[in-house]
T-cell receptor, first 111, second 112 residues
Framework: SQQGEEDPQALSIQEGENATMNCSYKTSINNLQWYRQNSGRGLVHLILIRSNEREKHSGRLRVTLDTSKKSSSLLITASRAADTASYFCATDGQAGTALIFGKGTTLSVSS | NAGVTQTPKFQVLKTGQSMTLQCAQD?????MSWYRQDPGMGLRLIHYSVGAGITDQGEVPNGYNVSRSTTEDFPLRLLSAAPSQTSVYFC???????????FGPGTRLTVL
């Protein structure tokens, strides 16, 4: 079974708005990572947050992690059309030796 | 650096045929993995390796074999292709398991 599950499955917003997507996972983790995938392309790493961190920023990205709720959120501020993509969270597997991805959130930003 | 390379980009097979998807990285990464991506299913882990000579199964290993004889290469073998293996296959690598993963461009496989 998949470790991480993103919510919502799809999100449509206007340029300039903020986009928030969530990830829930099932077991203890070492870290949680977020990736972006543009249509038909490979995944690109966005940000990694360790289990002892609560919040991390990178440019217009803000990631939070709540280990007590086994959940994380990715906030993209001031969205642009170029942010249109699928976003995936990834966590260690139960044995901590493999990276397991969720099904992703598809973000559509219209101008 | 070329990063992670995958060949071929596209492949069409007939049911029962075998083939090898190639993956190579030039970053001296210890960890390499194979995923398949199907619509609505996200990425599912097929096999992974934490170093040369060491491989392990992921979520969906049936019908696939791997080996890791060198740090650079991690080929994925389809033993007897089935239509259910029609998918996009991604190879990824990282310094170690828990670090940032670098993905290849993918191989789009169709099994008729």
């Amino acid at each position: 079974s998949q470790q991480g599950e993103e919510d919502p499955q799809a999100l449509s917003i206007q340029e300039g708005e903020n986009a928030t997507m969530n990830c829930s996972y099932k077991t203890s983790i070492n870290n949680l990572q977020w990736y972006r995938q543009n249509s038909g392309r490979g995944l690109v790493h966005l940000i990694l947050i360790r289990s002892n961190e609560r919040e991390k920023h990178s440019g217009r990205l803000r990631v939070t992690l709540d280990t007590s709720k086994k959940s994380s959120s990715l906030l993209i501020t001031a969205s642009r059309a170029a942010d249109t993509a699928s976003y995936f969270c990834a966590t260690d597997g139960q044995a901590g030796t493999a990276l397991i991805f969720g099904k992703g959130t598809t973000l559509s930003v219209s101008s | 650096n070329a990063g992670v390379t995958q060949t071929p980009k596209f492949q069409v097979l007939k049911t029962g045929q075998s083939m090898t998807l190639q993956c190579a990285q030039d970053m001296n990464h210890e960890y390499m993995s194979w995923y398949r991506q199907d619509p609505g299913m996200g990425l599912r882990l097929i096999h992974y390796s934490v170093g040369a000579g060491i491989t392990d199964q992921g979520e969906v290993p049936n019908g696939y074999n791997v080996s890791r004889s060198t740090t650079e290469d991690f080929p994925l073998r389809l033993l007897s292709a089935a239509p259910s293996q029609t998918s996009v296959y991604f190879c990824a690598s990282s310094i170690r398991t828990h670090n940032e993963q670098f993905f290849g461009p993918g191989t789009r496989l169709t099994v008729l």
